[in-house]
């Protein structure tokens, strides 16, 4: 018999049932995924999966402190379950005392529906999605353009019980839709993507009408040479940046002087001003539209997060408030450390406190700038500054004179996102936003625009 075959909350107990380690806690997933692609402006491929993977910790005490152990597998059978409990004993006692050894997590209110069964989802979440997109293959098909994409959705419910006591579920639904438009020669080409969490809030038909006017832009061809330009990032490009200011932004390593967020002769940059416009980088887990796990999920120790701290309580956070640095993430053993509030990393991210101007509004104000798409191949240069390179992709775009022009070659960038909210003159409306780059490890994101006087474009990419 498969351990599928059991409701997932009976697994985590009888897991813990097994257990003859000084603490445990097992993790029970159960994923579930729907997806579409299409090419040429018709359906290639639609399916569905199902699967349940379970993650047993074991803490052991010891002398010289607690070791943990972490074994992780699919597709366990009933007979199999005993096994990886033992496996994760062994792994813990063949482990040194782990250095972020913590109690584990007491204290937190059952979740009601801890033994209801998983969520699913299934291809009658495309029911109103799959007929627009229908809708939208006709129009772009007579329009002489291509479509190309596709739309996956996630279901993922997990449970987290531990011998302390905890009975924690969360539901976490993920969709997310990128759409290409491409003239038939392909030499142009355009992209535009969305997040959600059921696909009712998306329309296919207004993406493709907004792919087919930066299609349009595309038709006048004007080369540029490398430089810094008046930028305009979209909403997709600042996150993509902010994230990985996110992920870089471990209160340890600030601490011991190895990041941006070091200050010079110790210590951290917190409470120092970052920007002169009164954003605030923020993550809740209850922000409508991008909710996420409202505790600490950790199948593993490392960086900042720590399977000691599965089950603790998120809560939301001012990561920048009106721009100064508020927090850090941190554990609590890395907390302790630094002295600086427990802040685990958190599941969403929001960037607001600008003003209530979409970005067509910020295009009719600019003189003479750049309009970027979105940016790709984001890889670290340098930590101590967080200077990143990567490309833009899929339309850079002139404007002059408040409208847009036409279409400029690519570029290579370097820039450091902590440097570009410091000198950003303007930010536009907050909006959900799907990031191009990030999307596979970071999907909830609300962002705006940001007006960069003097972005750096180091080189020319001959890349679409």
Same mark, same amino acid.
């Given at each position: 018999?498969?351990?599928?075959?059991?409701?997932?909350?009976?697994? #985590?107990?009888?897991?813990?049932?097994?257990?003859?380690?000084?603490?445990?806690?097992?993790?029970?997933?159960?994923?579930?995924?729907?997806?579409?692609?299409?090419?040429?402006?018709?359906?290639?491929?639609?399916?569905?999966?199902?699967?349940?993977?379970?993650?047993?910790?074991?803490?052991? +005490?010891?002398?010289?402190?607690?070791?943990?152990?972490?074994?992780?597998?699919?597709?366990?059978?009933?007979?199999?379950?005993?096994?990886?409990?033992?496996?994760?004993?062994?792994?813990?006692?063949?482990?040194?005392?782990?250095?972020?050894?913590?109690?584990?997590?007491?204290?937190?209110?059952?979740?009601?529906?801890?033994?209801?069964?998983?969520?699913?989802?299934?291809?009658?979440?495309?029911?109103?999605?799959?007929?627009?997109?229908?809708?939208?293959?006709?129009?772009?098909?007579?329009?002489?353009?291509?479509?190309?994409?596709?739309?996956?959705?996630?279901?993922?419910?997990?449970?987290?019980?531990?011998?302390?006591?905890?009975?924690?579920?969360?539901?976490?639904?993920?969709?997310?839709?990128?759409?290409?438009?491409?003239?038939?020669?392909?030499?142009?080409?355009?992209?535009?993507?969305?997040?959600?969490?059921?696909?009712? +809030?998306?329309?296919?038909?207004?993406?493709?009408?907004?792919?087919?006017?930066?299609?349009?832009?595309?038709?006048?061809?004007?080369?540029?040479?490398?430089?810094?330009?008046?930028?305009?990032?979209?909403?997709?490009?600042?996150?993509?940046?902010?994230?990985?200011?996110?992920?870089?932004?471990?209160?340890?390593?600030?601490?011991?002087?190895?990041?941006?967020?070091?200050?010079?002769?110790?210590?951290?940059? #917190?409470?120092?001003?970052?920007?002169?416009?009164?954003?605030?980088?923020?993550?809740?887990?209850?922000?409508?539209?991008?909710?996420?796990?409202?505790?600490?999920?950790?199948?593993?120790?490392?960086?900042?997060?720590?399977?000691?701290?599965?089950?603790?309580?998120?809560?939301?956070?001012?990561?920048?408030?009106?721009?100064?640095?508020?927090?850090?993430?941190?554990?609590?053993?890395?907390?302790?450390?630094?002295?600086?509030?427990?802040?685990?990393?958190?599941?969403?991210?929001?960037?607001?406190?600008?003003?209530?101007?979409?970005?067509?509004?910020?295009?009719?104000?600019?003189?003479?700038?750049?309009?970027?798409?979105?940016?790709?191949?984001?890889?670290?240069?340098?930590?101590?500054?967080?200077?990143?390179?990567?490309?833009?992709?899929?339309?850079?775009?002139?404007?002059?004179?408040?409208? #847009?022009?036409?279409?400029?070659?690519?570029?290579?960038?370097?820039?450091?996102?902590?440097?570009?909210?410091?000198?950003?003159?303007?930010?536009?409306?907050?909006?959900?936003?799907?990031?191009?780059?990030?999307?596979?490890?970071?999907?909830?994101?609300?962002?705006?625009?940001?007006?960069?006087?003097?972005?750096?474009?180091?080189?020319?990419?001959?890349?679409?």
């Amino acid at each position: 018999m498969s351990a599928r075959t059991n409701k997932p909350h009976e697994v #985590v107990e009888q897991a813990l049932a097994l257990s003859r380690a000084d603490g445990c806690v097992v993790i029970a997933d159960e994923h579930s995924t729907a997806n579409l692609r299409w090419a040429g402006n018709a359906l290639t491929t639609n399916g569905v999966t199902r699967g349940r993977t379970l993650t047993v910790i074991a803490t052991v +005490d010891g002398k010289e402190g607690t070791a943990s152990g972490v074994v992780s597998r699919s597709a366990v059978t009933a007979d199999e379950l005993e096994p990886l409990v033992r496996a994760a004993e062994a792994a813990a006692r063949g482990a040194g005392p782990a250095e972020d050894a913590q109690p584990l997590v007491t204290g937190v209110p059952q979740s009601p529906d801890f033994t209801d069964a998983p969520a699913e989802t299934s291809s009658a979440v495309f029911a109103d999605f799959a007929p627009a997109l229908g809708e939208a293959f006709a129009r772009a098909r007579a329009g002489g353009r291509e479509l190309y994409g596709f739309a996956n959705h996630e279901l993922v419910s997990t449970y987290v019980g531990t011998s302390t006591g905890l009975r924690l579920r969360h539901d976490q639904p993920t969709g997310t839709l990128e759409l290409n438009a491409k003239s038939p020669d392909r030499t142009r080409s355009a992209w535009a993507g969305r997040v959600t969490r059921d696909f009712k +809030d998306v329309d296919p038909g207004a993406l493709d009408a907004e792919l087919a006017v930066r299609l349009g832009w595309a038709e006048r061809r004007v080369e540029l040479p490398a430089g810094r330009y008046e930028t305009l990032l979209p909403p997709a490009a600042v996150a993509d940046l902010l994230i990985y200011q996110l992920w870089s932004a471990s209160g340890r390593d600030a601490a011991e002087g190895r990041t941006v967020f070091s200050r010079p002769g110790g210590g951290t940059r #917190v409470g120092e001003k970052l920007s002169e416009l009164p954003l605030t980088l923020r993550s809740d887990p209850d922000e409508p539209g991008l909710e996420c796990p409202p505790f600490v999920i950790a199948h593993s120790s490392g960086g900042d997060q720590s399977v000691f701290d599965n089950g603790l309580p998120a809560h939301p956070t001012e990561w920048i408030s009106r721009g100064e640095l508020q927090h850090l993430t941190t554990t609590r053993h890395s907390a302790g450390l630094t002295g600086l509030p427990v802040a685990p990393a958190p599941g969403n991210l929001i960037l607001d406190g600008g003003q209530d101007r979409s970005l067509e509004e910020m295009v009719a104000s600019t003189e003479r700038g750049l309009l970027l798409t979105c940016l790709w191949y984001i890889r670290e240069v340098d930590p101590a500054t967080l200077l990143l390179t990567g490309l833009t992709r899929d339309g850079v775009y002139l404007v002059e004179n408040g409208e #847009v022009t036409g279409q400029v070659n690519n570029f290579r960038f370097n820039e450091s996102p902590v440097d570009l909210l410091g000198r950003a003159t303007e930010a536009g409306r907050t909006e959900k936003t799907l990031p191009r780059e990030w999307s596979d490890w970071f999907t909830r994101t609300a962002m705006p625009a940001l007006r960069i006087p003097d972005f750096n474009m180091s080189s020319v990419s001959q890349g679409v």
